[in-house]
């Protein structure tokens, strides 16, 4: 399943949204390389970030947060959304073919194809059994998160909480 957000405000941004006087984050240009292949081209106009992290560590609680904050459309596909034996491939493929600025979302990441970046969202083992215990309404079970946490692809970036994701989120797509 992809969902497809498109949030026009049709004012511009507010200045809560103003940008940070301190970059710490690359900024993707939004111009075309002219001298470059047809696909470089493409992901200059929509690019990828994967989004990863261990289950209720608040991935799509951010990433809602940044839809809500911008005006141009963002394409979300996560990854749970998924099933049968080629589920990965099919998220890949989903995610290649997104025409807009893109957000995969998943827990442990496939690896880096068309992502511009991969970022791990990790709050902490016990922030996110706490979480996972008043989402569920189960203990979390340690060995799980163990073999998420070994899977995992490797992240170009590693954020502490939620506002940190929406920040970066912001940051990249500026």
Known sequence: MV????LMTGSGPSSALARPP????PTIRRT??????????????????QVIGLPASGKSTAIRDYVKQVD????VVDLSSFSGPNREEEFARTVRSCLYTTIAESACGIPRRDFLYTVKLDPGIMKIYQQWEEREGVPADAY???LLQDSMVRADYTVSNPDSLVEFLMEVFW
């Open 72 to 75: 141009d459309p963002v394409t």
């Open 144 to 146: 799980y998160f163990s």
């Open 32 to 49: 075309p390389d002219l001298s470059g292949s047809a696909q470089g081209r493409k992901a200059l106009y929509y690019p990828k970030v």
């Open 22 to 25: 301190e970059s710490r984050w």
């Open 3 to 6: 969902l497809q957000y498109s």
